[in-house]
T-cell receptor, first 116, second 116 residues
């Protein structure tokens, strides 16, 4: 069974500092990996996705993530955090699309607080 | 603009009452999903549907029911059998895409359900 671990429940960083949110997955085949962001009381917005190819993927809002198969990780990074980045971040893993619906397994999320 | 509309944003249920949460999408997506979100637990899959008139149970289907009579609509009924319904409910959809790919899920803004 697939699973996702986000070991940090809560992270606080200063505005302008760099950020790395950790994500480790367990999956028996080639995973498809996603990062989503959620503002309070809102739905989830896709930040970026990894299917194959270049292991460093760029997303929206200046975020990037690196897929490391040997470490089963897909950590999210941003070189300089803005106060508006304060939100909850979810990592998710999905199965290969066989032409039908594919389920995602989500981590429990990391809440990011940004101090001014 | 295309998107996913969930209504109402807030919903209150009395003990022993069934309530239905609406989810409509105009993205022409094939698959639709319902998730429950509780603090510290991430997103848990309730039901999903790959095509019209077909749906499958997710990880926590007990006490819930769904229908998929139209491609655009995937309503969720929280029945009186669900003893702890207070949560934030999120609807998502995605297109199947080509086999071997994996399209991301797109989310609505959620419905918060509370017990009176």
């Amino acid at each position: 069974a697939q699973s996702v671990t986000q070991p940090d429940i809560h992270i606080t960083v200063s505005e302008g500092a760099s950020l790395e949110l950790r994500c480790n997955y367990s999956y028996g085949a080639t995973p498809y990996l996603f990062w989503y962001v959620q503002s309070p009381g809102q739905g989830l917005q896709l930040l970026l996705k990894y299917f194959s190819g270049d292991t460093l993927v760029q997303g929206i809002k200046g975020f990037e993530a690196e897929f490391k198969r040997s470490q089963s990780s897909f950590n999210l990074r941003k070189p300089s955090v803005h106060w508006s980045d304060a939100a909850e971040y979810f990592c998710a893993v999905g199965a290969v699309n066989t032409g039908t619906a594919s389920k995602l397994t989500f981590g429990t999320g990391t809440r990011l607080q940004v101090t001014l | 603009d295309g998107g996913i509309t969930q209504s109402p944003k807030y919903l209150f249920r009395k003990e022993g009452q069934n309530v239905t949460l609406s989810c409509e999408q105009n993205l022409n997506h094939d698959a639709m999903y319902w998730y429950r979100q509780d603090p510290g637990q991430g997103l848990r899959l309730i039901y999903y549907s790959q095509i019209v008139n077909d749906f499958q149970k997710g990880d926590i289907a007990e006490g819930y029911s769904v229908s998929r009579e139209k491609k655009e609509s995937f309503p969720l009924t929280v029945t009186s059998a669900q003893k702890n319904p207070t949560a934030f409910y999120l609807c998502a959809s995605r297109t199947h895409g080509q086999p071997g790919s994996n399209q991301p899920q797109h989310f609505g803004d959620g419905t918060r359900l509370s017990i009176l």
